[in-house]
Structures are given as C-alpha cells and as structure tokens.
C-alpha cells in the first residue's frame, strides 16, 4: 500500500532562520507532489507542487526538493516568519490517481 | 471568488445514527474530492466526483458514500456512525478530475464528533 511519512512529527526554528521539512514516499511510480500548509482551524492550502519529472521547484521563499532515487521529497522555507508556523504535508498522486498524505510536521517559528 | 464551503462547521452525533455533509466548490471547478483527517491517520482520501459520477474511491467501508449535483455540489453521507468517525472531514475542488496536475482548494472542513 502507499505510505507517505515525514521524518520528524515537530520542527521548531528560529525566526529568520531557514526551515527544512523531509517527506519520504514508498511508490516509485507517483509521478506528482504537493506540499500543503494547514493552520489551526483551517484547510490544507496548497504551497507549491513539483512533477516527477523535476527535481526542483522554486516559488516564494519556498523550494520543493525531488529525490526520486530515495523518494525523498523535503519542503524549505526560507527566512521563516511567525506566519509560516502552522502543520506541513506532503502529499503524492500515485498512477490511480489518488492522492496520499502524510502525517504532516508541525513546525513552529520562534520569535 | 469564492472558496470552497463546507456546511455545517460542526456536529455532534451519537452512535448508530447517521450524518450528511455538504461541499460547495469554488465556481468553476466540476472535481470534488472528500477527504478524513485524524491525528492518528492524517488525511485519507474518501472518493473524487467528477461531472456528478464518482472517479475514484479510496478504502473506506460502504457506511461513506457520496454524490454530486449538476451545479458541482457534493454531500458526503456516512451511515451508522461510530466513534472512530470523529474526525476533521475535508472538501477539496479543483478544475478537472485527479487525472491531470490539478491544484486543490481545500475547504475548511467539517468537525464531526460521535459520542
């Protein structure tokens, strides 16, 4: 079956500093990635995705590293803000089209 | 635009009854996606409707079931409730179905607790 982990339940940082988020995933035939940020009370809201035909993604302050060959994926933030604290997922699509998540990462900026 | 809603915010049910749920996505979009969300398991996908027929079904048992209406609503139906159905229930939309790099818009979910 699918399984989609992250390698830490909690991530505490300093504000400024940058974040680094690990995601691993079991199916090598998934072929699309997304990184989602949920804030208390809130929805998932999509951050930035990445093809499997990429092995890097920029967007703003964020880069979405593809490592197919470990199926590691790793989400970082740069310059961390206050806001950014909040719980991360990965999700893959697989080739049935379904979308797994993982636990998700709590992360939490320190002021 | 607006985003996706979920109606109601939360709800409150006893065993054995049974619980419907309603996604309206944002205008526009025709893919709905339901999804769980607990601590222990994270989000499961429960099922995809797409243009009113169901897409895809992720594992859960026949108690959940779904439907789309001609204006892309959704409503999530779970029969005969049971404790381990608390939990966060989540309306994605997106454009088209699951079968394209298709961005999601999650709604805000539905908070469903079974005493």
């Known amino acids: 079956g699918e399984s989609v982990g992250l390698h830490l339940p909690t991530l505490s940082v300093q504000e400024g500093d940058n974040s680094i988020i690990n995601c691993a995933y079991s199916n090598s035939a998934s072929d699309y990635f997304i990184w989602y940020k949920q804030e208390s009370g809130k929805g998932p809201q999509f951050i930035i995705d990445?093809?499997?035909?990429?092995d890097k993604r920029q967007g703003q302050r964020v880069t979405v590293l593809l490592n197919k060959t470990v199926k590691h994926l790793s989400l970082q933030i740069a310059a961390t803000q206050p806001g950014d604290s909040a719980v991360y997922f990965c999700a893959e699509k697989n080739t049935g089209n379904q979308f797994y998540f993982g636990t998700g990462t709590s992360l939490t900026v320190i002021p | 635009k607006a985003g996706v809603t979920q109606t109601p915010r939360y709800l409150i049910k006893t065993r054995g009854q049974q619980v419907t749920l309603s996604c309206s996505p944002i205008s526009g979009h025709r893919s709905v996606s339901w999804y769980q969300q607990t601590p222990g398991q994270g989000l499961q996908f429960l099922f995809e409707y797409f243009s009113e027929t169901q897409r895809n079904k992720g594992n859960f048992p026949g108690r959940f079931s779904g439907r789309q209406f001609s204006n892309s609503r959704s409503e999530m139906n779970v029969s005969t409730l049971e404790l381990g159905d608390s939990a966060l229930y989540l309306c994605?939309?997106?454009?088209?179905?699951?079968?394209?790099?298709?961005?999601?818009?999650f709604g805000p979910g539905t908070r469903l607790t079974v005493l």
């Open positions: 990445i093809r499997s035909n990429m």
């Open positions: 994605a939309s997106s454009l088209a179905a699951s079968g394209g790099r298709n961005e999601q818009f």
